[in-house]
């Protein structure tokens, strides 16, 4: 059974930093591409960060270059995203998800964690 658990989550202050992790287990790991995802309330799931099997690759959502950071353990089976310079705007659910390489949909998804930016 694939199972993604986010954690790291929290109430910051403008300019704070968070760094969420998402833990995974029942699947070949460094066989996944993983993503951050976040739905604001109120509005449409949007892709955060993404990044490739080996961690050579990563892409980033504008709103967010500069400012996050996303990683990935492969030893541990986890992937991790810093999260520096956040702003009210960021204050979502956090996802993490894991989609097989080379596959369009994300297929694996975890129960979210909400992060919340106070101004």
């Known amino acids: 059974q694939v199972q993604l658990v986010e954690s790291g989550g929290g109430l910051v202050q403008a300019g704070g930093s968070l760094r969420l992790s998402c833990a995974t287990s029942?699947?070949?790991?460094?066989?996944?591409?993983l993503g951050w995802f976040r739905q604001a309330s109120g509005k449409v799931r949007e892709s955060v960060a993404t990044i490739n099997w080996s961690g050579g690759t990563t892409r980033y959502a504008d709103s967010v270059k500069g400012r996050f950071t996303i990683s990935r353990d492969n030893a541990k089976n986890t992937m991790y995203l810093q999260m520096n310079g956040l702003k009210p705007e960021d204050t979502a659910v956090y996802y993490c998800a894991a989609k097989y390489e080379g596959r369009t949909r994300y297929e694996y998804w975890g129960q979210g964690t909400q992060v919340t930016v106070s101004s």
């Open positions: 029942g699947l070949t790991f460094s066989s996944y591409v």
